[in-house]
């Protein structure tokens, strides 16, 4: 199973590097990673996706709460959350398909960044299965000659939150 992982740690140097070694230590592979500033400049959050079972995600959970300079960990799968993926892309399209490809990517919520006379670049933001069948749709009309896609981010639902600090 899929598992969307958000770790809240100290803004320390070799943070990230203990994270992501308990990760390549214990044999478990990690599909996207982002890391950002918060609203606590002292603080980054990591997002990272992996796969698993949930008794291995948990024992995850449970190594990456030891790291002296981790400060939360939240599995946000297990509950309501919004995800999201920026990816980029650089396509060639023939004059002729230009505007149907044009058309089919607003249609999709993404956006014309750099139009070329032989092609354009693109950005969508979207969920990762959104954005994976927007390439595959776009490949139809159109040459990919590079995708670059940021790795999910997500956030829990803002419901939820509130219910948890009211308990």
Do not use: C, W
């Amino acid at each position: 199973m899929r598992h969307i992982i958000a770790i809240s740690l100290q803004n320390e140097a070799g943070a990230l590097t203990r994270v992501a070694g308990l990760f390549s230590t214990r044999g478990y592979n990690i599909e996207s990673l982002s890391v950002a500033a918060t609203e606590d400049p002292t603080v980054s959050r990591i997002t990272l996706v992996t796969r698993g079972s949930d008794s291995v995600v948990r024992q995850i959970v449970s190594q990456l709460n030891k790291l002296i300079d981790v400060v939360a960990v939240d599995d946000m799968t297990q509950g309501r959350h919004f995800e999201r993926e920026l990816a980029l892309l650089k396509l060639r399209v023939r004059r002729e398909q230009a505007d149907a490809v044009r058309g089919y990517v607003i249609r999709a919520g993404g956006r014309v960044i750099d139009p070329a006379n032989d092609g354009f670049v693109v950005e969508l933001t979207a969920s990762e299965a959104e954005i994976d069948k927007f390439i595959a749709d776009l490949a139809k009309g159109a040459e990919l000659l590079e995708v670059v896609r940021s790795g999910a981010v997500g956030i829990s639902r803002l419901e939820s939150e509130m219910r948890q600090r009211s308990a």
